[in-house]
């Protein structure tokens, strides 16, 4: 039998180690000049994610009632009062029992009753809330919430799912016990081959990447019949504009007149004030003739125009948003537009929005 | 009568040549009457003395010399940064209508339906924000690699641009999906277009620096750390948990360039993670921050939204890969073709699990398939484009692709999804994509199951 010397096997395993080294990559602080250590202070500035084993979480604590209030002062505009809203965002409460509570399993995503999934109905693990509204909440100012501050708003939206009582004060010492309370904490599943790395009997997650639908690569006579299950609705057709419009007017196709050829129009001048409110995103909650989910610009401007001072008005209500003068559905804080851009809404806005 | 029949040196003086839009629409809807004043109207425009002259002798196009060349074109420079044709407005980035109700929160679609090759210009790129894009100065932005805790890595450190950028760049070409792509299609047709049905897809060349060359700098420890958190510096900061034995693979990029430039803004200026194959969310924009622990993070966008919701009621969580996906994009939805005769049908395919093997076309609805031609070379985790001859020969068509990866994976057909994943998953819709053309030349969406 042929055997080799302990010599030879030494060196191979020398040059195998030499390949791997030099096929991993480079080593520990091998780049000259190039990154410097980040000082504590830094790394505490920026490592703020909580994991959901709480990893990461500052101490602290706050109540239901704390939390009422900063949720309406901060939160109410865009999620409505008890973060029902559907106006602006999916809504957060809502859509889950007590005895979901008990299983930890939502019922209603499979039953079907559930008319849409609210964060409570889907989230498994609390701390990912926590994390999310720190990071990035409110929605005009993230990063602006203390920790006590995050407590107090995560405690009021677990009373609104009616997990916690309205007397209960959330804190780092008791975030795990409200985990074990989670309506949907069972409701994760990660047997699955969308995973692209270890798999679960490897200490990873999935099934190591093995797919879940299976289809062949038949050529010839692979069906007798083909069976059509949905064709594009006619309201689909042309709830997307002027398809001709968004092709080529040369080439081997032109796009589909949808609107009919009388509504083809040449395209309209150059409109900075109309530029500058799509940009912002006005345009997708106000018609200039129609509401869509505020009012439209003809509605302000009957009911502004005769009033005093009607752009300082207008001018204050764009910058801080709003809820009330039309109905329920708050309009967001728009602190990012300079004041000189508002004036321009403002006043194009007055002018009849042409 | 439509520009082009007016035209005396047109040579193609097939019906369909002689309609405008609107009367392809009424012969589409069935009213054909004034079909036969077109044809008149045709007839007498050629017996007209000097219509007929002129189409002896040939197109005005090319018997009148045009402006542009009897003309002093512009100087150098007079664009700095170079833009498109004037002519080219109609093929811009959209929004689904109703889909989001803030632009800030918001999807803008890429309109597949006018692209060449692979390659996608990067002012058609795709965006996805979850809180607004930002502009952010190159000279103040900071990356920082730390460690869920201290025994994970030996050194947190900080790279500045200046730094990143003297490091051993790759440049590679990869798509990015986002997981959500065509998911406003799982229960029925929704939308007209492909623009609308595939357009949260874009492929370019990234160039950076592999992040395994930085968390290695840093003294990383793979047998500990087998998960990394990516964050991005915008409002939003987002969060995706993405494995280490894709980092370790060298495949995933910390990149700043993008198609021979730096990264668009709307693209994460000036530095953004790709992690090839993966939903276009891990793809984190405006990147701040690499940590590396040893357990997955359940973010929000890996604890509330993307994760695909199957009929047990179960959602699947940590859902990344892009399944192997192809769609046809000439001909396709809401675009009508001009006459019968031949056609060169074109489209993309690409998989989250490697190269593209093989792209097969059907004219028939599904029933038989030919093996389309696949423009090379092909890359790995890229779009890749096929193209396949068809000769229309006016009568309803039902045009399909279907992709096949390296790993053998069939792309599947709606029935066989919705089987095992319901109709209300949202994420994760790789079905094969139908577009019925009818006799008029206009091809719609639809679904065979």
Request: hydrophobic share 35%.
């Amino acid at each position: 039998m042929f055997r080799f010397s302990k010599s030879v096997i030494a060196r191979s395993v020398a040059a195998f180690a030499l390949i791997s080294a030099s096929t991993a990559g480079f080593a520990f602080d091998h780049f000259k000049g190039v990154g410097r250590q980040a000082t504590p202070s830094e790394v505490k500035a920026w490592d703020i994610d909580v994991r959901p084993d709480f990893k990461g979480l500052p101490k602290g604590s706050g109540n239901v009632e704390r939390g009422n209030e900063l949720f309406e002062e901060k939160c109410a505009s865009c999620h409505g009062s008890f973060g029902e809203s559907n106006e602006v965002f999916t809504p957060l409460a809502g859509g889950t029992t007590k005895d979901d509570i008990k299983t930890g399993r939502v019922k209603g995503l499979s039953s079907g009753e559930l008319p849409q999934r609210t964060t409570f109905t889907k989230v498994a693990t609390i701390s990912t809330v926590w994390d999310y509204i720190y990071r990035a909440m409110p929605w005009t100012a993230p990063k602006s919430l203390k920790p006590d501050d995050v407590y107090a708003i995560l405690a009021y939206l677990l009373n609104l799912q009616e997990i916690v009582p309205g007397d209960f004060t959330l804190s780092d010492k008791n975030i795990g016990e409200v985990q074990k309370l989670l309506p949907n904490r069972n409701g994760m599943t990660t047997d699955h081959g969308m995973w692209p790395g270890a798999p679960a009997k490897k200490g990873g997650i999935g099934n190591g990447g093995i797919p879940d639908v299976k289809n062949t690569a038949c050529m010839k006579n692979c069906k007798t019949e083909v069976q059509i299950g949905s064709t594009l609705p006619d309201y689909a057709r042309t709830a997307h504009g002027e398809l001709a419009d968004q092709n080529r007017n040369f080439g081997p196709v032109r796009g589909t007149r949808t609107l009919g050829a009388e509504a083809a129009k040449p395209a309209a001048a150059a409109n900075p004030a109309l530029e500058l409110a799509t940009k912002n995103g006005c345009m997708a909650c106000h018609g200039v003739n129609n509401k869509i989910v505020g009012p439209g610009y003809n509605e302000v401007v009957a009911r502004y125009k005769d009033q005093p001072d009607a752009e300082g008005k207008l001018t204050a209500k764009v910058k801080a948003g709003g809820q009330g003068v039309w109905g329920s559905i708050p309009m967001p804080p728009n602190g990012h537009l300079k004041d000189e851009e508002i004036k321009t809404l403002v006043q194009w806005i007055m002018a009849g929005a042409k | 009568m439509s520009d082009l029949a007016k035209q005396p040196g047109h040579l193609k003086k097939a019906p369909e040549n002689f309609l405008s839009d609107g009367q392809i629409e009424a012969v589409a809807a069935g009213r054909r009457d004034f079909l036969r004043k077109s044809f008149l109207a045709a007839g007498a425009a050629m017996a007209a003395p000097l219509a007929a002259r002129a189409a002896e002798q040939g197109d005005p196009n090319i018997l009148n010399l045009p402006e542009w060349s009897t003309t002093l074109g512009k100087p150098v420079a007079t664009n700095p940064y170079g833009m498109p044709s004037k002519f080219e407005s109609q093929l811009l980035r959209r929004e689904s209508p109703g889909l989001a109700r803030v632009g800030g929160a918001s999807v803008s679609f890429c309109p597949l339906q006018g692209l060449f090759g692979i390659i996608t210009p990067s002012g058609l790129h795709f965006e996805r924000h979850h809180q607004g894009w930002q502009d952010v100065d190159p000279t103040k932005h900071r990356l920082m690699v730390n460690g869920s805790d201290e025994s994970l890595l030996k050194k947190p450190k900080v790279y500045t641009m200046d730094e990143l950028m003297r490091l051993p760049p790759v440049s590679r070409i990869h798509f990015i999906e986002c997981g959500a792509n065509t998911g406003l299609e799982w229960g029925n047709v929704a939308v007209p277009t492909v623009q609308y049905t595939h357009g949260m897809l874009s492929c370019s060349e990234f160039t950076g620096v592999p992040l395994k060359t930085l968390l290695e700098d840093c003294g990383v420890d793979y047998k500990k750390a087998r998960y990394v958190l990516a964050e991005g510096a915008d409002g939003s900061s987002m969060t995706r948990t993405i494995p280490m034995e894709m980092v370790e693979s060298g495949e995933v990029i910390v990149a700043y360039g993008q198609n021979g430039e730096m990264l668009r803004p709307e693209n994460g200026y000036p530095l953004r993670l790709v992690v090839p194959g993966v939903q276009g969310v891990s793809w984190v924009k405006w990147l701040r921050r690499i940590e590396v622990g040893d357990k997955p993070y359940a973010t929000k966008d890996e604890a509330v939204h993307y994760i695909d919701l199957l009929p047990n009621g179960l959602h699947r969580q940590y859902s990344s890969i892009q399944e192997c996906k192809s769609v046809i994009t000439t001909p396709s939805g809401g675009q009508t073709l001009l006459n019968k005769g031949f056609f060169n049908v074109s489209g993309v395919a690409w998989s989250g699990r490697g190269k593209i093997k093989q792209v097969d076309v059907s004219f028939d609805g599904g029933i038989n398939w030919k093996t389309a031609r696949i423009e090379g070379p092909v890359q790995n985790k890229a779009l890749t484009r096929f193209n396949v001859d068809w000769v229309w020969d006016g009568k309803p068509a039902i045009l399909q692709s279907r992709a096949i990866d390296e790993t053998g994976y069939v792309q599947p057909t709606y029935g066989q999804l919705r089987k095992v994943r319901g109709t209300k998953s949202i994420y994760h819709n790789n079905a094969i994509q139908s577009w019925k053309v009818v006799e008029s030349g206009e091809v719609t969406n639809v679904q065979v199951l």
